[in-house]
């Protein structure tokens, strides 16, 4: 029996759709049989209805939390837009808050802990953080990219040909684009150049 390419494919390639589906599957499917093993474990340890009792316990906590988590983060997101500052930090945080709460509404212990996990200050200000300096990084990688388009258009004259190249450019100088027009007026014997 050989390996079916495609899913032989899918696992060994590292593009970036194929990272998301990889992150999507362990989600949705991995995540929830891993939870499953881990509640019926707990179960057969302390018994069927305080594990049910604990879950419970778990989700009105962390809702608990993730209200005064988000509070305190708008507070101080309010802070810095009256600062004149763009609140990155704090746009970030708001939405590992509500992934923290999105994990602690999750029936199960180990999405709990990490709803728990994200809705502690620190972690959750150090992830933060991170993100936002990998994102800053990639998109300084990308500034500097130059991108091209042609297209034809109909014109009263003609065929238009035009091509388009825009580069980005690291610096605070604004965009370059350069531009060719190439007329194709059908049916005349005329060449490139010539008027």
Known sequence: MGVNPSLHTLF???????????????LFLLVPLIELYVLIEVGSEIGALPTILLTILTAIVGAALMRHQGVATLQKAQNSLAQGQVPATEMMEGMLIFLGGLFLLIPGLITDALGFLLLIPPIRHALANKIIAQRQAEYARYKGQVYEAEWTEQTEDG???????????????????????????????????AK
């Open 12 to 26: 060994l390639t590292t593009s970036k759709e194929t990272r998301m589906f990889k992150v999507f599957f362990l």
């Open 159 to 193: 065929i238009r040909h035009v091509r388009v190249i825009q580069s980005g450019s690291p610096k605070a100088e604004p965009d370059v684009i350069e531009g060719e027009v190439l007329d194709d007026d059908s049916g005349s014997d005329k060449k490139p150049g």
